[in-house]
C-alpha cells in the first residue's frame, strides 16, 4: 500500500496554492463576501510555540468551509513589526530594528505557511513599512484636523470650527474641549495672534498636545503602557518605573465613549468582553460637588452618584498625582505625607486599581468645608484614588463604600451612618430625606431624585449635573525609536502639520537607539531632524507614535493594501465591509479594541468609510498552556532516579526539555547532551527506562516546556498538528498540550488515508451506490460537522470524523459517493491530504473549489426498530421490526419469536404493553 507521506504531501500542496494564488482575494460582487481576520502577530525572534496558531486554525477552518459554502473570502495576514523588543535589541547590538524586525517576519511567515493557512499573502502588511505608515500618518492629519460636534454628535472637520469661530466666537459651539477653555468673540478671534489661534484650536482637536500623567521607565527611556507596567516594574526588564508628569499627544477618545456603549449592542461578541469594556469606560450620572478649603482659596471639585450620601462624609480623599498636594500638606505632616507621595504616585494605576489588600495613606493636615452643613473634614492622600478617573479627590463615606470603609478603619476615621436624623428638615428634596436610598426608592424614582437632587446644588451653586467616564483620553505618544514618526513640526513651541505631499516622514538614521544624554527621546540624536517650510526650517516631533497606532486601522487596509493614493478605496472599502469573524486574545478588549472602534468610527464620521463597528463578530482563543516534564536528581549527585522510585531517595525535580521527551520516557542520550554539566549523568530506571514526572503550566521558555511547531510538523505533519490542536477541547478554553496525546490524530489520518487504497497500495474506489448504512454514517457526518462549524464548535467535528472512518472502514465502504463527500467535509482541517485524496479521485480543480455536502435527512431516518422484549420485567431477547408495522403486529410478531415462545411453555401471555417504535412488554 502507498504509504502515507505528510511531508511530502504537505510541501506538495502549499506550493500549488502559492503557485495558482488559490487564496488571493478580489471583489465580486456576484459571491456574498466573508472577512475573517486574525490579531496579526508581533514577530517576536523566538518565533511560533504551539499554543500561537490555535485561533489562526480555527479562523483558517472557517474559511475554508466559506468558501466551500460558495462565499468570496478574504482572510489575509501581515505583522505589527514597530515594537519594543526589537528596539531593544538595537540598543543592546547596534543592529537597526529594521533588520531584526525583517529576519523575525521571515521565519514567522516560513513557520505559517508550513502550516497550510489558506492566507491571502499578496495582501500582507507590515506597520512598519513606510507605504504602510504613511496612511497611519495620514489618519493622525485627519485628526488634527477634526474636533467633536457633541450636538451633532460626530467628528467634523476644524475647519467648520474657524469658520464658526470668524463669525460669532465659541458662542453657541457644543463640541468636546479643554475645561479651561476661554469664551470669546468673533472680534476676540480676529484680533487674536497666530499663535493664540492655534492654542485655542489645541483645545478642541482630536489629538493634542497636553501634561500628562504618564508610567516612565528611566533605563528603557520612555513612556510605557499600563499593560507594561507590573508592581512599579517594566515588563520587559524589571526596570523601574515612576509616575511622572510630561508633555504628550493624547486623543479625545473619550468624545466617543456614548457611541462606544451603544455599539456594543450592533456587534457578536462575548458578554464578558463587552462587560469589559462598559466597566472600562465606565458611564455615571451624578454631581459635581465643591468643597472649599479652611484658610485657602482653593476648592476642591468632587464628582458623586450617591449625593444623598453628603452626610455620611467624614473626609476627603485625593490621589497622590492631585495638583493641591503639595499645597495642602501642613509642615507638620509635610516629612509623613511627602515620604508617602513619592512612593505612592509610582505605583501604576492598573496595580492600584487592582489592589484591595493594601490600604495605606497619608494625612495632609489640612480641612475641607463640607458644603452642606458647614461641618470641618480632614483632607487626606490615598492611592486608591485615581489622578484621571473624575476629579483625582472622592468625599469617602466609610458606611456606604468598602474601600473608604477600609481605609477609615485602618487610620480611625469616623465611620457615620447616613440616616434620616442626620438631615436637617427640607435640607434636601426627596423622599423622607433619604433621597437615594435604593432601599425606598425604584430605579425610577432615585433617577428622579438624583435630578431633583442636582437641581438642589445647582440652584445653591455648590456644585452641577455631570455624566462622568470612567476611561480617560488615551496617550499617544512613546519616547522611543522604533515607531511610526509623527508628521509635525513646531514653530513657537506650538505644534503644525507638515504638508501632505511629504508623506511618508520616515524613521531617520541615529548613531544609538537610546535616549540622548539629556533624556530626549532618540530622534533628537538624528542629523537634521528638521522641517523645511516657506517660513523656515523647524523642528520635528522627536515622540514617535505607540504601538497600538497602526493595529487600529490595519483591517482597512489588507482591503486594498497596495493602492499609493488611498488608505483604501471607498467602493473596496464597502464591498468588504466590517469583519465577518475576528479572532484574538482577550486580553486585548480595553485597548487595542477600544483604539479599533475609536478610528473606525471617526473614519466613518469623516465619509471615507461605510462602516461603525470594525469586527462584527469576535472569539476570544483560549490559551494552550505547557505541559512540563520532571527529573529527579539525587540530592548531593549527578544520578536521576525514575518517577516511580523518586521516594526511595532524598530528590530535588529539575525541569527537563520536553522535546527530549516522549510519552513520559526521557531519551537519556539526548539527555546528556542537553547541557555540559549533564554529561557524566547516571540514571536509576523502572524496567530499563527513565520516567518523568509531569505538571500543567504556562507555556515558557524558562520552563522548557515550549513545543515548537516545527518539530511537530516535522514528525507527523501540519494537517495532525492542525487537527491535534482543535481536537485538545473548545475554542475559548484553556487547555494543556501534550504531546503524548497527538498519537491517536496521527493514526486516525493514516486510516483515513488507507479508506481510500485498497491492500495493494492503489487508488480504489467503486462508482457503485453506496449502502443504506454508509450513506447514513456520511450525512450524520455532513449534519454534524456543518452544526459544529456553524457553532464554533471545532473539537467536536474532530471525533465524529474519526468515528465516520472507522464505521465506514467496519464496512469496508469505498464507494466514491461516501469517499469524495468526505474528503471535502474533512479538507477545512486537514486540507493537505484532502488535496491530495480529491487529486487522486480525479478531480483536476483543488478542493477549495468543490461545494460543502448537503446534508438530507432522508438518510438519517429509521425504517426499523430494534425492540427490547421483557419478559416479566426482565429483558430477554431483541426484535427488528419494520417502523410500519401496527400494534397488532408487533405483538404477533413477539408471539412468534422463538425465545418468547421458550418463556411462554404453550401459554398465553396474562397481559402485552407495546409501545410502537419504543418497547414490548409480556407478563406471563
Known amino acids: 500500500m502507498a504509504d502515507y507521506n505528510p511531508q511530502v504531501i504537505e510541501k506538495k500542496w502549499q506550493a500549488y496554492w502559492e503557485q495558482n494564488q488559490i487564496f488571493n482575494a478580489k471583489v465580486d460582487k456576484s459571491k456574498p463576501k466573508f472577512y475573517s481576520l486574525d490579531m496579526f502577530p508581533y514577530p517576536s525572534g523566538a518565533g511560533l510555540h504551539v499554543g500561537h496558531p490555535l485561533g489562526y486554525i480555527a479562523s483558517d477552518i472557517i474559511t475554508r468551509y466559506k468558501r466551500l459554502q460558495g462565499f468570496n473570502v478574504l482572510h489575509p495576514m501581515g505583522y505589527d513589526s514597530f515594537g519594543l523588543p526589537a528596539e531593544q535589541y538595537a540598543i543592546q547590538t547596534g543592529q537597526h530594528p529594521a533588520i531584526t524586525t525583517e529576519e523575525n517576519i521571515k521565519r514567522y511567515t516560513e513557520q505559517l505557511k508550513n502550516i497550510g493557512f489558506a492566507f491571502d499573502w499578496e495582501k500582507e502588511v507590515r506597520t512598519s513599512d513606510p507605504t504602510y505608515y504613511r496612511w497611519t500618518q495620514w489618519i493622525f492629519m485627519q485628526l488634527f484636523n477634526s474636533y ?54 489645541l483645545k478642541y482637536r482630536l489629538t493634542f498636545l497636553a501634561e500628562t500623567t504618564v508610567n516612565w521607565c528611566a533605563a528603557l527611556g520612555t513612556v510605557l503602557s499600563n499593560d507594561e507596567v507590573k508592581d512599579g516594574f517594566s515588563e520587559r526588564g524589571g526596570h523601574p518605573v515612576e509616575r511622572k508628569k510630561m508633555i504628550q499627544w493624547s486623543m479625545r477618545i473619550t468624545a466617543y465613549a456614548d457611541r462606544f456603549l451603544k455599539g456594543l449592542d450592533t456587534v457578536e461578541w462575548t458578554e464578558p468582553i463587552k462587560e469589559m469594556q462598559r466597566n472600562w469606560i465606565g458611564k455615571s450620572k451624578g454631581a459635581e460637588m465643591v468643597f472649599e478649603v479652611k484658610g485657602h482659596d482653593k476648592q476642591i471639585k468632587v464628582f458623586t452618584t450617591r449625593i444623598d450620601t453628603i452626610y455620611g462624609v467624614t473626609y476627603l480623599a485625593l490621589a497622590p498625582e492631585h495638583d493641591f498636594v503639595q499645597d495642602l500638606i501642613t509642615e507638620d505632616q509635610r516629612k509623613s505625607a511627602e515620604a508617602y507621595v513619592e512612593v505612592a504616585r509610582n505605583r501604576s494605576e492598573r496595580d492600584r486599581m487592582t489592589d484591595v489588600k493594601t490600604i495605606s495613606g497619608a ?37 456606604h463604600d468598602e474601600r473608604d470603609f477600609n481605609f477609615a478603619k485602618h487610620f480611625g476615621l469616623e465611620i457615620r451612618q447616613v440616616i434620616e436624623g442626620n438631615m436637617e428638615e427640607g435640607s434636601f428634596p426627596g423622599k423622607g430625606g433619604i433621597i437615594m436610598n435604593s432601599d425606598f426608592l425604584s430605579g425610577l424614582e432615585m433617577q428622579a431624585a438624583m435630578d431633583k437632587a442636582i437641581e438642589f446644588v445647582e440652584a445653591r451653586k455648590i456644585g452641577k449635573g455631570k455624566i462622568q467616564f470612567r476611561m480617560r483620553d488615551a496617550i499617544f505618544t512613546r519616547q522611543r525609536y522604533w515607531g511610526e514618526p509623527l508628521p509635525v513640526y513646531f514653530k513657537d513651541s506650538l505644534p503644525y502639520l507638515i504638508e501632505e ?18 533624556g530626549e527621546p532618540p530622534l533628537a540624536r538624528a542629523k537634521d531632524w528638521n522641517y523645511k517650510t516657506s517660513e523656515g526650517e523647524f523642528p520635528l516631533e522627536r515622540s514617535t507614535m ?26 473596496i472599502a464597502k464591498y468588504w465591509g466590517a469583519v465577518d469573524l475576528y ?34 463578530k469576535m472569539i476570544n482563543q483560549g490559551m494552550i498552556q505547557g505541559r512540563s516534564n520532571f527529573v529527579y536528581r539525587v540530592k548531593g549527585t549527578n544520578k536521576f532516579v525514575s518517577l516511580g522510585l523518586k521516594d526511595q531517595y532524598e530528590t530535588s525535580a529539575m525541569h527537563v526539555d520536553v522535546n527530549i521527551v516522549h510519552n513520559d520516557q526521557l531519551n537519556l542520550d539526548k539527555f546528556k547532551s542537553w547541557r555540559p554539566d549533564l554529561v557524566d549523568a547516571e540514571f536509576i530506571l523502572e524496567d530499563g527506562k527513565y520516567h518523568c514526572g509531569s505538571e500543567v503550566e504556562k507555556m515558557s521558555k524558562s520552563k522548557y516546556n515550549v513545543v515548537n511547531p516545527d518539530d511537530i510538523i516535522e514528525r507527523y505533519g501540519a494537517d495532525t498538528l492542525r487537527l491535534y490542536e482543535m481536537f485538545l477541547g473548545p475554542l475559548e478554553q484553556f487547555k494543556p498540550w501534550n504531546t503524548n496525546g497527538i498519537d491517536g490524530v496521527s493514526k486516525f489520518l493514516k486510516k483515513l488515508w488507507k479508506l481510500y487504497h485498497n491492500n495493494a497500495g492503489e487508488v480504489s474506489v467503486s462508482n457503485d451506490a453506496p449502502s443504506k448504512e454508509e450513506l447514513k454514517t456520511l450525512h450524520k457526518t455532513i449534519k454534524k460537522t456543518e452544526e459544529d462549524l456553524e457553532n464554533y464548535s471545532f473539537n467536536t467535528s474532530v471525533a465524529s470524523f474519526m468515528i465516520c472512518v472507522n464505521e465506514l472502514t467496519a464496512m469496508k465502504c469505498n464507494k466514491r459517493a461516501v469517499l469524495e463527500p468526505l474528503a471535502v467535509l474533512v479538507s477545512p482541517y486537514a486540507p493537505h491530504i484532502a488535496e491530495e485524496l480529491w487529486a487522486l479521485l480525479g478531480n483536476m480543480d483543488s478542493i477549495i473549489k468543490a461545494s460543502f455536502p448537503e446534508f438530507k435527512e432522508e438518510y438519517l431516518v429509521e425504517n426499523s426498530h430494534e425492540y427490547p422484549v421483557s419478559i416479566n420485567g426482565k429483558m430477554r431477547t431483541k426484535l427488528s421490526l419494520s417502523l410500519s408495522l401496527t400494534k397488532e403486529e408487533i405483538e404477533k410478531a413477539a408471539l412468534e419469536d422463538e425465545t418468547v415462545q421458550k418463556w411462554l411453555e404453550g401459554n398465553a401471555p396474562k397481559k402485552m404493553i407495546v409501545v410502537p417504535g419504543k418497547i414490548v412488554n409480556i407478563v406471563i
Open 363 to 399: 494625612f495632609t493636615g489640612s480641612y475641607a468645608i463640607n458644603p452642606f452643613n458647614g461641618e470641618e473634614i480632614q483632607i487626606w492622600i490615598a492611592d486608591y484614588v485615581l489622578a484621571g478617573y473624575g476629579t483625582g479627590a472622592v468625599m469617602a463615606v466609610p458606611a
Open 583 to 616: 479572532i484574538g486574545g482577550a486580553e486585548h478588549a480595553t485597548g487595542h479594541l477600544l483604539y479599533s472602534r475609536f478610528w473606525t468610527k471617526f473614519l466613518f464620521d469623516l465619509g471615507v468609510i461605510d462602516i461603525e463597528e470594525p469586527f462584527q
Open 546 to 571: 505607540p504601538g497600538w497606532a497602526g493595529s487600529s486601522w490595519y483591517f482597512l487596509r489588507y482591503m486594498d493594501p497596495k493602492n499609493e493614493d488611498k488608505f483604501v478605496d471607498q467602493e
Open 501 to 518: 505631499k511629504d508623506l511618508p516622514l520616515v524613521l531617520p538614521e541615529v548613531d544609538k537607539y537610546l535616549p540622548t544624554e539629556d
Open 148 to 201: 467633536y460636534d457633541k450636538s451633532e454628535d460626530k467628528a467634523k472637520r476644524i475647519d467648520n470650527l474657524i469658520e464658526h469661530f470668524e463669525k460669532s466666537g465659541n458662542t453657541g459651539i457644543n463640541a468636546v474641549c479643554d475645561e479651561d477653555t476661554p469664551e470669546f468673540t468673533s472680534e476676540d478671534w480676529e484680533n487674536f495672534s497666530p499663535k493664540q489661534k492655534q492654542e485655542i484650536l
